[in-house]
């Protein structure tokens, strides 16, 4: 199974809002409200941001916000932080009773 | 506080074996399924394969099906990754990650901090 479709890279200036996507399919971020979202500063183990599509966990900021249409889902920071700048993965539960990741968005704050 | 502790890396040639352990605290660790992930230098996450919180479920990537086998000891609050037959490709920073869920892989809350597998000769 191939992995979800991220774009390779998103940039934003400090404040603006930025969204990743997350592309899938009827088997996988269609069938599921299952998507969940995580970042990755450089040298640094992953950090779980969102679950279910929209549920933030427990300490992050409702800067980040997530959604789902159809087989697409996506990942949106409001008000830019340099703090933001890392790498970000999306992932699915999938009908093979498995999980998928996106291949991962560098956000780039400039 | 929730803290995933993995160990048991380091380098191992080609067709050989390697235990991995991720010690749990800081939550009821057989309530949720857990599931471990890899990184290899440079990539994206992989995600390699999820136990229920029972112990009685177990799914796995087709790239480690039937040469890994995840397990847990809940008295223990451990979870293992049993990597046989081991290759090259299996290079990778190995992180293990708790589950929102009880049995299946659906999306994480936490991750430890990773433990290095390097295949080499």
């Known amino acids: 199974q191939s992995a979800l479709t991220q774009p390779a890279s998103v940039s934003g200036s400090p404040g603006q809002s930025i969204t990743i996507s997350c592309s899938g399919t009827s088997s996988d971020v269609g069938a599921y409200d299952y998507v969940s979202w995580h970042q990755q500063h450089p040298g640094k183990a992953p950090k779980a941001m969102i679950y279910?599509?929209?549920n933030r966990l427990s300490g992050i900021s409702s800067r980040f916000s997530g959604s789902k249409s159809g087989n697409t889902a996506s990942l949106t920071i409001s008000g830019l932080q340099p703090e933001d700048e890392a790498d970000y993965y999306c992932?699915?539960?999938?009908?093979?009773?498995?999980?998928?990741f996106g291949g991962g968005t560098k956000v780039t704050v400039l | 506080e929730v803290q995933l502790v993995e160990s048991g890396g380091g380098v191992v040639q080609p067709g050989g074996s390697l235990r991995l352990s991720c010690a749990a605290s800081?939550?009821?660790?057989?309530?949720?399924?857990m599931s471990w992930v890899r990184q290899a230098p440079g990539r994206g996450l992989e995600w390699v394969s999820v136990?229920?919180?029972?112990?009685?479920?177990?799914d796995y990537a087709d790239s480690v099906k039937g040469r890994f086998t995840i397990s847990r000891d809940n008295s223990r609050n451990t979870l293992y990754l049993q990597m046989n037959s081991l290759r090259e490709e299996d290079t990778a920073v190995y992180f293990c990650a708790s589950d929102v869920d009880r049995i299946m892989a659906r999306g994480f809350d936490y991750w430890g901090q990773g433990t290095l597998v390097t295949v080499s000769s």
């Open positions: 136990i229920s919180g029972s112990g009685s479920n177990t």
């Open positions: 800081g939550f009821i660790f057989s309530t949720f399924a």
């Open positions: 279910d599509v929209s």
């Open positions: 992932s699915s539960h999938t009908s093979s009773n498995t999980l998928i």
